[in-house]
């Protein structure tokens, strides 16, 4: 018997349609988050459907191998799912949303050399449901957008111009967005509060009650979609303004010789002060774009005098590779180390520790001043070893491949660094100077260990 549409079902005919597990789930995006998303629905029990544009992911996951190495504990969820038929992959639209009840939108939300953000992968994905997606099912976008998207936009490209389709009568939509950290995702999907809205109270309360079923953490209610954006956008944008207060604050610390992280670690000690660190730059596909799309926002309602802080901030953390620059040209001036032609190691080329994702890394603006510098680069990550990155191939072993090198920036504090053995970096190195950009190496460490050594902030 055909269960009633979801879009008219209340709470408890939801909850007795997910125990029965009679509700089919779609995910479209299936990467870094949306992977992690449609496992978690399948291992609940709901058979989940994942689609993708990308044919060599699907190949993959078909073929049983698990693409996402540096977010543990999944791959055995995945290997489970798979086995037991709970998880389908394709890139055919008519052999999954059409299936489906739920269709949870996964896709990137990243922005164009401009800054300019870049939704083309959700309109696009929008237009297509408009033809494919079945009577009475729901929406909902995890996606990172700008408040009012929704409302101002995808309802309407989803609505389509054919008369099929019309929001709260043969379809629903609502958001739940994604705050999980990568590398970190089984933990924040078992533990972080989620946000979830929908187009009327009713939608609000059925996300909730999908939700519910698969992720034991408190739901927020939101009073509309454009809140629970904003709320998103916030918390990441919260982060982004204040990495560049203290890195700017590094700087000037450094011209008043006081070190920042010190002043950091004293800090903490009043009640209302939330540390943040100083780096060589703010990366990922998170915390510079949603600056952008919360600018854009303002710019799309003709609010450009609004939000100069979001502005300032960029401009100072977009500055930080050049500050690191500026560290390695004066500790070599002072060593008597000539740059041009030196080799330099670059460590870590993450956008942050611990995961193996380079979107908007600073290394790479690093790199491409330094090599017009005529330096030679020498990258060690282990997260990348014996891929070609930038040009440049990342070196296995870290201690074999020093001997070369004149100087060595610290650029992502992965865990694995936290025990480096400076005495043998000293030893190894051609001319020990170290730069650090993360505060992994404290300042008298590195002068115990015969380094030539700066910290930024230090
Ligand atoms: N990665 C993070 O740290 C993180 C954290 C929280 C929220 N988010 C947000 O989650 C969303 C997804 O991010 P992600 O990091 O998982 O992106 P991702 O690039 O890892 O994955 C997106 C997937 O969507 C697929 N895709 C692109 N266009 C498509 C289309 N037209 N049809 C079907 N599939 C398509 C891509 O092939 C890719 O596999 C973004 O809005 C992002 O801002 C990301």
Request: one cysteine or more; charged letters at 20%.
């Amino acid at each position: 018997m055909k269960i009633k549409k979801i879009i008219d079902m209340n709470s408890e005919e939801l909850k007795n349609s997910l125990i029965s597990n009679s509700i089919t789930v779609c995910v479209v995006g299936i990467g870094r988050i949306g992977l992690p998303t449609a496992l978690s629905f399948a291992n609940s029990g709901l058979h989940t459907i994942g689609l993708d544009i990308n044919s060599e992911l699907i190949k993959n996951i078909n073929s049983g191998i698990y693409p996402l190495k540096d977010e543990p504990e999944y791959d055995i969820i995945f290997d489970k799912v798979i086995k037991e038929k709970f998880f389908l992959v394709t890139t055919d639209i008519n052999e999954s949303v059409s299936k489906a009840d739920v269709i949870l939108l996964s896709l990137p939300t990243p922005m164009d050399k401009n800054n300019i953000p870049d939704y083309s992968a959700l309109r696009s994905v929008a237009k297509q449901l408009s033809e494919y997606l079945s009577e009475g099912s729901l929406v909902i976008v995890e996606s990172t957008i700008e408040p009012g998207f929704v409302e101002n936009e995808l309802i309407s490209l989803i609505e389509g111009s054919q008369n099929r389709l019309k929001v709260e009568k043969n379809f629903a939509i609502g958001v739940c967005p994604e705050t999980a950290n990568p590398g970190e995702i089984m933990v924040d999907f078992t533990k972080l509060p989620r946000l979830v809205a929908g187009i009327n109270e009713n939608i609000t309360n059925l996300i909730h009650e999908i939700y519910h079923h698969v992720f034991p953490v408190e739901l927020i209610h939101m009073p509309n979609c454009k809140t629970a954006n904003a709320v998103k956008l916030t918390t990441n944008v919260f982060r982004d303004v204040n990495i560049a207060f203290v890195n700017e604050l590094s700087i000037f610390f450094d011209k008043l010789g006081i070190d920042t992280f010190t002043v950091l670690e004293a800090a903490k000690s009043k009640y209302n002060f939330q540390v943040h660190y100083p780096g060589a730059g703010v990366g990922g596909p998170c915390l510079p774009v949603n600056s952008y799309q919360l600018l854009n926002s303002a710019k799309t309602l003709g609010e450009n005098n609004l939000l100069s802080i979001i502005k300032a901030s960029r401009k100072v953390n977009e500055s930080m590779p050049d500050h690191v620059i500026k560290l390695i040209q004066n500790t070599f001036n002072e060593s008597n180390v000539d740059l041009n032609n030196s080799t330099i190691m670059i460590l870590g080329i993450s956008y942050k520790p611990n995961v193996k994702d380079i979107q908007l890394t600073p290394a790479e603006p690093i790199i491409r001043k330094l090599k017009t510098l005529g330096v030679k680069i020498k990258i060690f990550d282990p997260f990348y070893k014996n891929e070609k990155l930038f040009d440049i191939f990342v070196e296995n072993d870290l201690f074999e491949s020093i001997s070369d090198c004149d100087g060595l920036i610290v650029v992502t504090n992965h865990d694995e660094f936290s025990s480096l053995n400076l005495e043998l970096i000293s030893s190894k190195m051609k001319s020990p100077i170290v730069i650090d950009s993360r505060g992994l190496i404290q300042k008298d460490d590195a002068k115990k260990a015969g380094l030539i050594f700066k910290g930024l902030g230090q």
